[in-house]
């Protein structure tokens, strides 16, 4: 008699009864939770997360904190880099300071770069504009042919009055045209140029060809002569062409057009000359001459920037609250991101003071801080305008005022002693990766990258326990599985000799 089951088979014989199991070990997949019926691969993953739950929670509020820190440092180095640039570009506009005017066209006045001006009441008169010399070839250029080769030599100097040349004893090295120069007009205008002698050279065309153009800068003692030596068998007519002199019996050459001259002028009476057309005087007012004055002199007046200054103040208070409200934010002693940064903590202090702070360097008597035009500091810190304080200060001591907001000199804009440069020099700092921001920027930025990698090897070993646990389960599981094979194989023989009976 035979009985065949799904895990075993089983042959009895009345003489003798033998018995052959064959059971089939589970994979790992298939094993989990076959034998005793408990889903371990849950159990698995539970008891994996609970093993590292507490690391896990650990690195997740340290990474959590570390972006809020980056964050809260990319908001304050935006917040104060903003409020300085913006300063900086108000003050350097000249807004801000007085204003300069011109009752003719003739005249244009300006202030002179960093310099600042109280007042200004003066009458310009222009008799003459400084010129440049300008000769013009009298015969055209092919443009096919060639020019000519050999050497130019310039010479600088001055017309005197009986007409005549007197150089000024300057070196030039000749200006050597090759046959590649002479091929065309435009090559020997380059070369001439490229020697930087003082005269540069252009081409002008018409319809009867080309013409060279020689051009030096403005001012009498700016005069030039060009003579040229053409090489032997070169083209004949050459760069003779070329000549420019002052000889009224050459008949050839270049014609001087436009002869040097220094610019004639007056102000209020007093006569001047000047070599070029743009004066800077010593008092920071810069003039430059447009045409000759025919309907009598120019007035040249000013006027104070009370409107601008005032609304100035009042943008930088405003400002100034906003980019405090973030700080003491970030800085909180409780919730605060940077709370225990110290450069927050100095860059806060930095904005304090700056009520206080020193922006004109005089020793007059005039008002020299914020608080002393009306900017006073209420409890909390933030600021605000007496605008009655405000008034009186800037109608009585405008030149003060202007010197708060003075442009910034330096090629960071951190010198000087004006609120653009105060604020500048904290930008300045904030953005150090020494000692400010910028050095909480790259601390914050390496935790995260430490931080990275213990998050990495934490993945690693939540992956290596749950790999072993899920292994050492699979093992117990086929066990099980196995004594449950047995189990029923001999229940099934038990009901087979029950039966035989």
């Given at each position: 008699m035979a009985i065949t089951t799904s895990s075993a088979t089983a042959t009895a014989t009345t003489a003798k009864t033998t018995t052959t199991t064959k059971a089939t070990t589970p994979n790992l997949a298939n094993a989990l939770g076959a034998g005793s019926g408990v889903d371990?691969?849950?159990?698995?993953k539970s008891l994996v997360e609970a093993?590292?739950?507490?690391?896990?929670?650990?690195?997740?509020?340290?990474?959590?904190?570390?972006?809020?820190?980056?964050?809260?440092?990319?908001?304050?180095?935006?917040?104060?880099?903003g409020f300085a640039s913006a300063l900086t570009t108000l003050s350097e506009s000249?807004?801000?300071?007085?204003?300069?005017?011109?009752?003719?066209?003739?005249?244009?006045?300006?202030?002179?770069?960093?310099?600042t001006v109280a007042s200004l009441n003066a009458s310009v008169s222009v008799a003459r504009l400084a010129t440049p010399q300008v000769a013009v070839t009298k015969e055209s250029f092919s443009t096919t042919g060639s020019v000519g080769t050999g050497t130019l030599q310039l010479k600088l100097g001055s017309v005197k009055e009986d007409g005549t040349f007197a150089a000024n004893g300057t070196t030039i090295p000749p200006i050597t045209i090759t046959s590649s120069d002479a091929a065309s007009l435009q090559k020997v205008a380059d070369k001439i140029t490229a020697a930087k002698a003082g005269v540069t050279a252009s081409v002008v065309t018409d319809a009867n060809g080309q013409r060279l153009v020689l051009r030096s800068t403005d001012g009498a003692n700016q005069a030039f002569t060009l003579t040229a030596t053409p090489d032997s068998g070169s083209v004949s007519p050459g760069l003779e062409r070329l000549?420019?002199?002052?000889?009224?019996?050459?008949?050839?050459?270049?014609?001087?057009?436009?002869?040097a001259g220094n610019a004639v002028f007056s102000i209020d009476g007093v006569p001047m000359v000047s070599a070029s057309n743009k004066i800077t005087g010593a008092d920071g007012v810069t003039l430059e001459l447009k045409a000759v004055t025919t309907d009598g002199p120019v007035t040249l007046s000013s006027s104070k920037p009370t409107e601008a200054l005032t609304e100035a103040v009042n943008n930088v208070?405003?400002?100034?609250?906003?980019?405090?409200?973030?700080?003491?934010?970030?800085?909180?002693?409780?919730?605060?991101?940077?709370?225990?940064?110290?450069?927050?903590q100095a860059m806060k202090r930095s904005l304090q003071k700056l009520t206080s702070a020193d922006l004109t360097g005089k020793t007059d008597g005039t008002p020299t801080t914020l608080a002393a035009i009306g900017v006073a500091t209420n409890n909390d810190g933030t600021l605000r305008v007496d605008k009655t304080l405000l008034a009186s200060a800037i109608a009585n001591n405008p030149d003060a005022v202007e010197a708060m907001f003075a442009a910034a000199t330096g090629s960071d804009g951190t010198t000087g002693k004006s609120l653009p440069a105060a604020l500048n020099r904290i930008a300045a700092t904030a953005k150090s990766t020494t000692l400010g921001l910028g050095a909480s920027d790259k601390r914050y930025a390496e935790a995260q990258g430490a931080l990275a990698k213990e998050q990495a090897k934490v993945a690693e070993q939540t992956e290596a326990t749950s790999t072993r646990m899920t292994q050492q389960f699979a093992a117990s599981e086929a066990r099980v599985a196995a004594y449950k094979a047995q189990q029923t194989f001999m229940e099934n023989q038990i009901k087979m000799w029950t039966r035989s009976e």
């Amino acid at each position: 008699m035979a009985i065949t089951t799904s895990s075993a088979t089983a042959t009895a014989t009345t003489a003798k009864t033998t018995t052959t199991t064959k059971a089939t070990t589970p994979n790992l997949a298939n094993a989990l939770g076959a034998g005793s019926g408990v889903d371990t691969a849950a159990l698995v993953k539970s008891l994996v997360e609970a093993q590292f739950a507490n690391k896990n929670a650990r690195l997740t509020r340290q990474a959590e904190t570390l972006t809020a820190q980056v964050s809260a440092v990319s908001e304050l180095k935006s917040g104060i880099t903003g409020f300085a640039s913006a300063l900086t570009t108000l003050s350097e506009s000249g807004g801000l300071t007085t204003q300069l005017t011109s009752s003719s066209a003739a005249v244009k006045v300006s202030t002179a770069k960093g310099a600042t001006v109280a007042s200004l009441n003066a009458s310009v008169s222009v008799a003459r504009l400084a010129t440049p010399q300008v000769a013009v070839t009298k015969e055209s250029f092919s443009t096919t042919g060639s020019v000519g080769t050999g050497t130019l030599q310039l010479k600088l100097g001055s017309v005197k009055e009986d007409g005549t040349f007197a150089a000024n004893g300057t070196t030039i090295p000749p200006i050597t045209i090759t046959s590649s120069d002479a091929a065309s007009l435009q090559k020997v205008a380059d070369k001439i140029t490229a020697a930087k002698a003082g005269v540069t050279a252009s081409v002008v065309t018409d319809a009867n060809g080309q013409r060279l153009v020689l051009r030096s800068t403005d001012g009498a003692n700016q005069a030039f002569t060009l003579t040229a030596t053409p090489d032997s068998g070169s083209v004949s007519p050459g760069l003779e062409r070329l000549n420019v002199d002052f000889d009224s019996s050459t008949t050839d050459g270049a014609e001087v057009v436009t002869r040097a001259g220094n610019a004639v002028f007056s102000i209020d009476g007093v006569p001047m000359v000047s070599a070029s057309n743009k004066i800077t005087g010593a008092d920071g007012v810069t003039l430059e001459l447009k045409a000759v004055t025919t309907d009598g002199p120019v007035t040249l007046s000013s006027s104070k920037p009370t409107e601008a200054l005032t609304e100035a103040v009042n943008n930088v208070v405003a400002a100034y609250n906003e980019m405090l409200a973030s700080v003491n934010k970030a800085t909180d002693a409780i919730t605060g991101d940077l709370r225990a940064d110290p450069a927050a903590q100095a860059m806060k202090r930095s904005l304090q003071k700056l009520t206080s702070a020193d922006l004109t360097g005089k020793t007059d008597g005039t008002p020299t801080t914020l608080a002393a035009i009306g900017v006073a500091t209420n409890n909390d810190g933030t600021l605000r305008v007496d605008k009655t304080l405000l008034a009186s200060a800037i109608a009585n001591n405008p030149d003060a005022v202007e010197a708060m907001f003075a442009a910034a000199t330096g090629s960071d804009g951190t010198t000087g002693k004006s609120l653009p440069a105060a604020l500048n020099r904290i930008a300045a700092t904030a953005k150090s990766t020494t000692l400010g921001l910028g050095a909480s920027d790259k601390r914050y930025a390496e935790a995260q990258g430490a931080l990275a990698k213990e998050q990495a090897k934490v993945a690693e070993q939540t992956e290596a326990t749950s790999t072993r646990m899920t292994q050492q389960f699979a093992a117990s599981e086929a066990r099980v599985a196995a004594y449950k094979a047995q189990q029923t194989f001999m229940e099934n023989q038990i009901k087979m000799w029950t039966r035989s009976e």
